[in-house]
């Protein structure tokens, strides 16, 4: 697909996510929070849901946590136009509440045609709730900084920002993490498939 066909395609999902009515939230946002980026960007950043200023504004990570992702961007010689930034879920929570699962399938399919379309070379999850769309039952704290292959994707998970900058001590797990990015991109047809640990095995079937 050519990078004029592939913006076409996203900006036409921009606009369903934006008249979008399957889940509960959209009664009470401000603005619906497509994403933003390059459509041949290299890496795709998934968080898990708008906040206040991404509701205000219906753009992704504007707030604080918007801010250390910048930062960390700078820190491996990147800005946010380079990259891709969307969420697990396009609407803000009520009082930045978890996603409901019903709320998470509801925008599922925006957030798959935009990984079609869009076709990084890496996708990084920022928190649990993107995480577990690659990794179902796995815990961030075993997994973080470990890139692996999930279905054809590269995907490269780490804790969420926001919750790095409540905690000294994560914020530096995330800052080591993020400098792995380069190297995960030089490698990334190396990358190998991820297999779950034999407890995350169990846990599915039940």
Not at 87 to 113: G, Q, T
Not at 144 to 153: D, E, L, P
Not at 170 to 192: N, T, Y
Request: proline share 9%; with cysteine.
């Amino acid at each position: 697909m050519a990078n004029d066909e592939k913006a076409r395609e996203l900006a036409q999902i921009a606009e369903e996510v934006r008249a979008c009515t399957a889940c509960i939230l959209h009664r009470g946002r401000t603005q619906a929070v497509p994403g933003e980026g390059p459509a041949d960007a290299e890496i795709m950043f998934i968080g898990e849901a708008p906040g206040f200023h991404e509701d205000q504004q219906g753009r992704p990570f504007v707030g604080a946590a918007g801010r250390f992702l910048e930062e960390l961007l700078e820190s491996i010689g990147l800005k946010r136009e380079d990259v891709y930034i969307t969420n697990i879920i396009k609407c803000r929570p009520p009082a930045n509440r978890d996603p409901l699962p019903d709320e998470i399938e509801a925008c599922s399919p925006f957030l798959e045609r935009q990984l079609e379309v869009i076709q990084p070379k890496l996708v990084v999850t920022l928190g649990r709730f993107s995480m577990a769309r690659f990794f179902p039952k796995a815990r961030i704290s075993q997994i973080h900084g470990q890139a692996k292959r999930v279905g054809g994707v590269v995907c490269l998970p780490m804790y969420h920002p926001a919750a790095a900058l409540h905690q000294p001590s994560l914020r530096r797990v995330v800052e080591e993490d993020f400098r792995r990015i380069p190297e995960v991109l030089a490698k990334v047809d190396q990358i190998g498939e991820y297999e779950p640990p034999p407890e995350a095995e169990q846990l599915r079937l039940f």
